[in-house]
């Protein structure tokens, strides 16, 4: 079963130190704990427009992704992220393993051009009827629609490591049989950090024009303060900012540019993970790209 500590690391994965947080994620990490997941009869996947196999391979591990139809579909597919994940797997992994994803599109033909202009060559299975989640009847919250099964199809852990860094170190722990603790906090020298304004609206603009925003983090503990990742919602949304460590008193820039794919509003999170107290911190940009 899904020990307590791999329970913990995936809480403190996904909140800060907010104790109502992570009980109530902890409640979600536990319905699913063990639960099998369920799959439609004779699923047809496809590479790059090429109809695959059926896949109930007896591999020790599979991981699998689910998407549904809400919001912006290249947003959340990420698929450069799951392209990087993947090759650094079948580097640092002893065997294959196998990766599917069922995706619910509103618009087949979108997700198909996607594919292909993302060069993506792993077995995607179009699931139109959304047959997929009315089996299972996955979490609403994408963070929480990807899977880490079993030879059995039993959940080990669940989460998107393209999304959370920290859900790809748990990944990457179990399948190559390490231990999980769930004090690694503990192991690292931690500090405190503020964020000035953790909210920008860039109020309305011009979709086709890029916009840029800068958020202000600084280190107000006794210690450095290192950010070991920075992930966003989306992938029309880039970060940069420097890699060096911030003296105590010092602060960083976080320089953000949104580039639109689609007119209409917007509501993106940037996620800070860092070894600051409060970590991941989330910042959040918003605002209306016009049309005209």
């Known amino acids: 079963m899904i020990k307590y500590c791999v329970l913990l690391f995936l809480a403190l994965s996904f909140v800060s130190c907010n104790n109502s947080k992570q009980e109530k994620l902890i409640s979600l990490l536990k319905e699913w704990e063990q639960r099998e997941v369920l799959f439609p009869d004779n699923p047809i996947f496809t590479i790059q427009g090429r109809d695959t196999f059926n896949f109930?391979?007896?591999e020790n591990f599979k991981i699998v992704s689910y998407m549904d139809s809400a919001g912006c579909t290249?947003?959340?597919l990420r698929l450069r992220g799951w392209n990087q994940f993947i090759s650094y797997l079948d580097t640092c992994s002893h065997s294959?393993?196998?990766?599917?994803?069922?995706?619910?599109?509103?618009?087949?033909a979108q997700i198909e051009d996607i594919l292909m202009h993302e060069n993506f060559k792993y077995p995607v299975c179009i699931d139109v009827n959304d047959s997929f989640n009315k089996l299972n009847h996955f979490p609403s919250d994408i963070a929480f629609q990807t899977f880490l099964l079993d030879k059995s199809n039993?959940?080990?852990?669940?989460?998107?490591?393209?999304?959370?860094?920290?859900?790809?170190?748990?990944?990457?722990?179990?399948?190559?049989?390490?231990?999980v603790e769930s004090d690694n906090k503990k192991n690292v020298i931690q500090t405190e950090a503020s964020v000035g304004k953790s909210v920008i609206s860039l109020g309305h603009f011009?979709?086709?024009?890029?916009?840029?925003?800068?958020?202000?983090l600084k280190n107000i503990g006794k210690s450095l303060l290192v950010i070991q990742d920075v992930n966003t919602s989306?992938?029309?949304?880039?970060?940069?900012?420097?890699?060096?460590?911030v003296r105590p008193g010092d602060s960083i820039l976080l320089d953000v540019s949104y580039k639109a794919e689609t007119p209409g509003s917007f509501n993106k999170t940037i996620t800070i993970y860092c070894?600051?107290?409060?970590?991941?911190?989330?910042?959040?940009?918003?605002?209306?790209?016009?049309?005209?």
Not at 96 to 108: A, Q, V, Y
Not at 157 to 179: C, H, S
Not at 206 to 216: G, H, I, L, P, T
């Open 56 to 58: 109930f391979l007896e």
């Open 74 to 76: 290249f947003c959340k």
């Open 96 to 108: 294959r393993i196998p990766i599917f994803f069922f995706f619910h599109p509103k618009d087949k």
């Open 154 to 179: 039993r959940i080990v852990a669940i989460g998107n490591p393209v999304y959370n860094p920290k859900v790809k170190e748990l990944y990457l722990k179990i399948i190559q049989g390490d231990k």
């Open 206 to 216: 011009d979709w086709q024009k890029e916009q840029k925003a800068s958020f202000v």
């Open 234 to 245: 989306c992938g029309c949304t880039e970060v940069t900012y420097s890699k060096e460590p």
């Open 275 to 292: 070894n600051a107290n409060s970590s991941p911190i989330v910042l959040r940009i918003m605002g209306d790209a016009d049309g005209y």
